[in-house]
């Protein structure tokens, strides 16, 4: 099953977060903020409620002397709702979870503490218990009525093949098909650089060294010391070749890690054995874990912790990750492999749903914005978790903190200029439409505020707007009118700001007529003169965005440079469709012409 959203309440700086619905695109979620505003919280909830209280939970977790309730809802596939009907043989109750496949599991409860199990939301339970109605009919009469046609035959054996036979042992059953929580605690589970064979169950980077290395150092440390050798020299070549395949981050070219283990045995074996882990760089200098920096120290633990679940390659799709800020003290080069080895857990089905502030752990890529939840806390709403669109509902300074990352990962690193009242915002597709609409406002003379802002992409352009909006920033939007770009830009923009109301969008975003490209707003003379740098031909021409298909972004930078030399001097019919444009966007801002 598939964790699809959560609802968190009265946990740590958590009010109540609403139902926070998880990306549908793929297996990651990032709850991007500022520092405190709540991040850990939520990672720490939802493992609360995958794993119950800890042994910190009083003192750390509960809210006040607040009672903490964290709600998920698991979306059921084929193979979960095929387990149910094997189990309870109630074909009308597997088409109800055919048609409603969500169900919600609840930990916690808000009126009083109820930690220790796991059970049905209330309105799950009250719609499934119609399929398990009470006995109505005495045992002894139940005995008498025997089944006395064929299908009554059949159906009273099916039922008695049936072992899910109430809606607690549905519940059971269902719950038992959920994803596992793992937490993934950067400050605690470190490598030791020396640990005594009594003290390896505390550190849970050492049974993640056991498990991916297959040794048992409890069972090693006993033998003679010929075979502690051959050991030792196995984990140091597969430790050695594991951490250079994931970590990237080099100080020097060619340089390389090298793991040293040392088995030493003493007596009494369990008290006085131990195990040292070192690290060094082809320097003949190794140093214990913990000389190591911090950066170096967490990917390693991380590291090894990804490889153990990895060892088990069919439990990956069982399993939600939790990880709270992956990457802190790393360069930004090593943040990007801790993102390259989160996108390879995920692709092979795990669930990650990780925090941070760092832009580089933030993809803005395509399908890589729906993975974002903004993180941000203010005093009267506790800490709100927001998709970017939903953020654009409010303003208030603790939103716009939560922002900075996110502007960073999108690129836009010259937001000031984005954010001066001055600015006159005209959000465009991408960076082809942003180089000919530059031109045209130099070429033409038009007003130096305008500011044409590149989406980069349509399915980015509602996330622009979002932090636009958000940032109490003046905007319109110019698109062509193209089915696949401009009108859908043009919906997108509609049905999430503007209510599906045409009207209301049309104060707000132009679709230039007559337009498949950026490229249809010139005369097609002008286009082959002046872009095309070739002869207007005499037979007929394809549109000019057909023509420009594969050098769009090239044709465009090179007609800016044009413009900027003072080489470009277009027609009547040109001029006449791009000032249109310009005319609306001067009575849309309410620019005195």
């Known amino acids: 099953m598939k964790l699809v959203n959560f609802r968190i309440r009265s946990f740590k700086s958590i009010i109540d977060t609403g139902e926070c619905r998880l990306s549908e695109t793929d297996g990651v979620v990032v709850l991007a903020g500022q520092n405190e505003a709540g991040k850990s919280a939520v990672v ?45 043989k109630n074909e009308k109750l597997k088409n109800f979870l055919q048609k409603n496949p969500i169900l919600s599991f609840i930990r916690g409860n808000v009126e009083k503490d ?20 009470e006995e109505t009919i005495e045992e002894n009469k139940n005995v008498e009525a025997q089944p006395t046609t064929v299908q009554e035959q059949a159906d009273a054996g099916t039922q008695d093949a049936a072992s899910v036979k109430t809606i607690d042992e549905l519940e059971e059953l269902l719950y038992q098909q959920t994803r596992d929580f793992i937490f993934y605690d950067s400050f605690v589970d470190l490598l030791p650089g020396v640990v005594t064979i009594a003290e390896i169950e505390k550190y849970p980077a050492v049974l993640d060294f056991e498990k991916v290395f297959n040794i048992r150092f409890a069972e090693v440390v006993k033998k003679d010391e010929r075979a502690i050798s051959r050991e030792e020299m196995r984990l140091n070549r597969e430790a050695s070749d594991n951490l250079n395949t994931y970590w ?15 088995i030493v045995p003493q007596v009494p074996i369990e008290t006085a054995s131990k195990i040292e882990f070192k690290i060094d760089r082809d320097d003949g200098d190794p140093l214990y874990m913990e000389q190591k920096s911090k950066g170096f120290r967490w990917f390693s633990a991380f590291n090894l912790r990804l490889r ?107 937001i000031q200029s984005v954010l001066d009242t001055r600015r006159l915002n005209v959000v465009v597709e991408g960076i082809s439409d942003h180089y000919y609409f530059s031109a045209l406002k130099k070429l033409l003379g038009k007003d130096e505020r305008l500011y044409f802002l590149p989406a980069c992409g349509v399915n980015n352009i509602p996330n622009l707007v979002s932090v636009l909006i958000g940032w109490g920033c003046n905007y319109k939007a110019v698109f062509d009118d193209d089915p696949q770009s401009g009108r859908r830009a043009y ?30 707003i010139f005369d097609p003379k002008d286009f082959y003169k002046f872009i095309l740098n070739e002869s207007f031909p005499r037979a007929g021409t394809k549109e000019n965005s057909k023509l420009a298909e594969g050098k769009k972004e090239l044709l465009a930078r090179l007609f800016l440079e044009k413009i900027d030399n003072g080489e470009v001097t277009l027609n009547k019919e040109s001029v006449k469709k791009i000032t249109e444009v310009f005319d609306w966007l001067y009575q849309k801002f309410g620019v005195s012409i």
């Open 44 to 88: 720490e909830a939802l493992n609360f409620f995958g794993n119950g209280p800890d042994e910190h939970f009083e003192r750390l977790h509960r809210r006040r002397e607040e009672h903490p309730e964290v709600t998920c809802s698991f979306l059921l596939d084929e193979q979960d709702i095929d387990e149910v009907f094997t189990k309870t």
């Open 114 to 133: 109820s930690f220790e199990d796991v059970y049905f939301l209330p309105e799950i339970s009250s719609k499934l218990s119609k399929f398990f109605p």
């Open 248 to 262: 990237k981050q080099k100080l020097e070219e060619g340089g390389k890690y090298n793991f040293t283990v040392k």
């Open 308 to 414: 153990a679940l990895g060892v088990e390659e069919a439990t990956i799709k069982k399993l939600v990750i939790l990880i709270d800020e992956p990457g802190q003290g790393l360069h930004e080069k090593a943040q990007r492999d801790v993102k390259g080895v989160l996108e390879e857990l995920a692709h092979q089905g795990a669930q990650i749903i990780y925090t941070t502030h760092y832009p580089n752990l933030i993809g803005t890529e395509g399908k890589e914005f729906a993975r974002i939840r903004l993180v941000s806390n203010t005093k009267i709403v506790g800490t709100k978790i927001e998709t970017v669109s939903q953020f654009a509902a409010r303003a208030d300074k603790g939103a716009k903190d939560s922002l900075s990352p996110l502007i960073t990962a999108m690129g836009i690193h010259s």
């Open 491 to 520: 919906n997108l923009l509609k049905n999430e700001f503007y209510e599906k109301d045409d009207v209301l969008a049309h104060e707000h975003i132009l679709k230039i007529p007559d337009c498949n490209g950026i490229e249809d």
